[in-house]
């Protein structure tokens, strides 16, 4: 074969030289068979391990979901930031014994591989064309290059955030007769543009960008502050912290009117969560609150966009929603704490006001009932959930479609699951213990039967308030970076920020783009009776018309 030499094909030509070669050969043989079960052994425990991680991951899937659907046989956790480390973790730990154990050792082995159909790149990213040509060989001197085709690939890329400085100059004149070349009376120059903060030395793009990364990816300002010093840029947490509350003071305007369109929809969800806050002058925490008002109409059809509004109090008592709520009628979806029952109350008594329906959630019944299953305290409990589950696959079935669709299914094949369930519950009740936690949840179901089954006959309203959990969960993000100082010592700043940022993203707007352009908007006097053209729900990229 041309390019082999001779001695490449040598056979042995004595019988010495052939006994030798294939002692040689036989040796090869047995090393290399050793070698092949080594690397099925280490392939065998590496197929092990990566199933033992996947197998770790699908619990904790499932135990991560389990806090809305219940999974059962599920232990559910609590730290949603720390099963985040997990599966980062787990992931990391499953790609790294891969590379180890799966990568073919020939790169031109891994070439000839068949290229893993995958999704591409959103078209709004900016593409930075790189041209590899072959290398030029001497044989090929003189002659015709013909392109028969190209191979194309796209990597992800990333420039980090770099600081940079907005030099604006404004020019100083006075003018000149043309004739006897005497100067004018009077300097002319252009006004000073106005910013949110007023003689400062950020630009509104970068208090949308601390704003953003604070309130939206729960990035405290002692963070922020070690990260810009690493470009050179010092900034400290407690100038931004000025920084954010004249932030919120010129944003309340606009998170007010987020809540007002909420109280205008014909269903409202609501929920509050406890935050750590300083009391007083004696430096240790107590306890506040964060209230969220939701409203989103896409699960009965309606067009209308969807909307968180917060507040931060330090009570939940019922004039803290009463006061949020002032003037809305109609359903409100909650769980069972006692402050919206107490709300409902006092409006039916008042004949000025109209009345205020509560629809009751059934998640936060089932996680009472979940509880008492993974704890194996209750075959009645464990039996619930397996007849919920029906509950819900109806749901899946009408989500979206109109209020009429929906009370029909409802009434066709939820009505009975329901009817069932209390049956089951009010006999379970007269045979057990009053005090024992079965006889406690059980009592709860029967204490909100009426806002339990409205569901049933409106198909406006929803069998859980999961909207208002899953618009008021990022928060907890936030919550475990904070301490405030009440309302006044950031808590009402960062309802304010917050509704705004949160908004946009349950509207898939990113909520640094749309932060930025509204400031931007704000300082150059946008007008308020357009303040809806502001709401994130419009907004519009410079340049998309």
């Not at 007002?260 to 806050?277: G, S």
């Not at 899953?470 to 970076?481: E, G, L, S, V």
């Amino acid at each position: 074969m041309k390019g082999m030499t001779q001695s490449a094909f040598a056979l042995p030509e004595t019988i010495e030289e052939l006994k030798a070669f294939a002692l040689a050969m036989a040796e090869k043989a047995v090393k290399l068979e050793a070698k092949v079960i080594d690397l099925e052994d280490r392939n065998a425990k590496a197929d092990e391990r990566i199933a033992h991680l996947h197998q770790i991951l699908k619990t904790f899937e499932r135990a991560r979901f389990g806090r809305s659907s219940e999974k059962l046989g599920v232990k559910s956790l609590d730290d949603d930031e720390q099963m985040a480390f997990v599966f980062e973790e787990i992931a990391t730990g499953i790609a790294a014994i891969e590379a180890e154990f799966k990568t073919p050792s020939d790169p031109a082995e891994a070439a000839k591989r068949a290229p893993r159909p995958r999704k591409g790149f959103a078209a709004h990213l900016e593409r930075v064309e790189e041209m590899i040509e072959p290398e030029e060989r001497p044989e090929l001197a003189g002659k015709i290059k013909v392109k028969i085709g190209e191979d194309v690939t796209e990597r992800l890329d990333v420039t980090p955030a770099k600081f940079r400085v907005i030099v604006t100059r404004r020019p100083k004149y006075v003018y000149k007769d043309a004739e006897t070349n005497e100067q004018i009376d009077g300097v002319y120059q252009a006004a000073a543009p106005s910013h949110i903060i007023e003689g400062g030395i950020p630009t509104e793009a970068l208090l949308a960008f601390i704003a953003t990364s604070k309130y939206a990816d729960g990035l405290p300002l002692y963070r922020q502050e070690a990260i810009y010093a690493r470009d050179g840029v010092e900034i400290s947490r407690s100038l931004m912290a000025q920084w954010m509350g004249r932030l919120g003071f010129e944003l309340v305007i606009l998170a007010d009117y987020i809540l007002e369109a909420i109280k205008k929809a014909e269903r409202v969800f609501a929920d509050e969560t406890t935050l750590p806050t300083l009391g007083g002058t004696s430096g240790k925490a107590k306890v506040a609150y964060l209230w969220a008002y939701a409203r989103d109409d896409r699960p009965f059809g309606g067009q209308g966009p969807p909307m968180v509004a917060y507040r931060f109090e330090d009570n939940r008592s019922t004039e803290c929603v009463a006061n949020h709520l002032k003037g809305y009628s109609g359903i409100l979806q909650v769980d069972g704490y006692v402050a919206y029952k107490s709300l409902a109350k006092d409006l039916a008594k008042s004949q000025k006001n109209k009345p205020l329906y509560l629809a009751g959630c059934w998640a936060h019944l089932r996680r009472k009932f979940y509880e008492l299953h993974i704890a194996k305290k209750s075959e009645i409990a464990t039996f619930t959930l397996e007849r919920m589950k029906a509950l819900w696959a109806v749901e899946d079935e009408v989500r979206g479609k109109p209020p009429e669709i929906r009370a029909a299914a409802r009434q066709s094949q939820s009505a009975q699951l329901v009817d069932d369930l209390y049956k089951l519950w009010e006999q379970t009740l007269a045979r057990i213990s009053a005090k024992s936690e079965l006889a406690k949840t059980i009592r709860y179901a029967t204490g909100h039967r009426e806002s339990l089954e409205r569901f049933l006959h409106d198909g406006r309203i929803e069998i859980d308030s999961n909207i208002v959990e899953r618009a008021i969960r990022p928060q907890t993000i936030t919550r475990k970076n904070s301490l405030f100082a009440g309302n006044d010592g950031g808590g009402r700043t960062w309802a304010t920020i917050a509704t705004l940022l949160q908004t946009a993203k349950m509207n898939h707007v990113d909520p640094y783009a749309w932060l930025s352009q509204t400031l931007t908007r704000l300082t150059n006097q946008w007008p308020l009776d357009q303040i809806e053209e502001l709401m994130p729900w419009n907004f519009k990229p410079y340049g998309s018309g």
